[in-house]
Structures are given as C-alpha cells and as structure tokens.
C-alpha cells in the first residue's frame, strides 16, 4: 500500500502527530487520504486493483489504486462483478488506468520512509 502511494503524484509525506504519513487523494473521487506509515497502512484507505483480478489483473504497482472505503465498497464491488463484459465497465477502467498513469511518478529512494 506505502509503494502505491509513493508513486502516485497526488500523495505527499507529512507528519501528522510526530507520525509519518502519506497523504494523497482517493482515485476515484479525489476524497483526501492518510496512510500511516507504522501501522503499514490503515483501515480507512482501502487497496484496489484497476483491473480486477478476476479479470486478469496484476499486482503490479500500475494496476493498483488507493480509494476511500466509500468507493471501494460501493462502485468497487459492482465494478468487480460486471468486470470487463460490458462496455460501461471497461470505460471505467480505461478512465482509471489513464488517471493512474497521469498520477504516476518514479519511486525516489531519497523520499522513501525510513524503516524504524
Ligand atoms: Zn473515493
């Protein structure tokens, strides 16, 4: 979750309370996002694949989104079910891989959260 996060453009490393944490915007809906880095994640910032794995998706960083539980859990699961057999859905995932290529930036080792 921290590596999807460290290459998409829209998260940032911040301190929040002494804690590091990367804050960012959901890929649906731009709803702003806060990932922890000691708690390895957290339970309010949900992982997505683009691409659903049921449908050929891969775990690479590109296939791979953070939303807000609204998103996942809402449009998420109806998206993942009709995967790719209507035109409607694969518009949707069009949509999102070209907006995760437009957010994507190459991880620098130099604003990589230490490992405590
Ligand atoms: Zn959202």
Do not use: Q, Y
């Amino acid at each position: 979750m921290l590596a999807v996060a460290e290459t998409d453009s829209t998260f940032e490393c911040v301190l929040v309370d002494g804690r590091e944490a990367w804050r960012g915007k959901c890929l649906h809906c731009n709803t702003p996002l806060l990932v922890f880095v000691d708690s390895g994640g957290s339970s309010t910032v949900t992982l997505e694949h683009i691409v659903p794995r049921t449908a050929g998706g891969t775990d690479e960083l590109g296939n791979l989104g953070l939303a807000c539980p609204r998103c996942n859990h809402g449009k998420g699961v109806r998206h993942d079910r009709n995967a790719l057999t209507n035109p409607r859905s694969l518009e949707v995932v069009e949509r999102l891989l070209e907006k995760r290529r437009k957010r994507w930036r190459e991880p620098k080792p130099w604003s990589r959260p230490r490992a405590s």
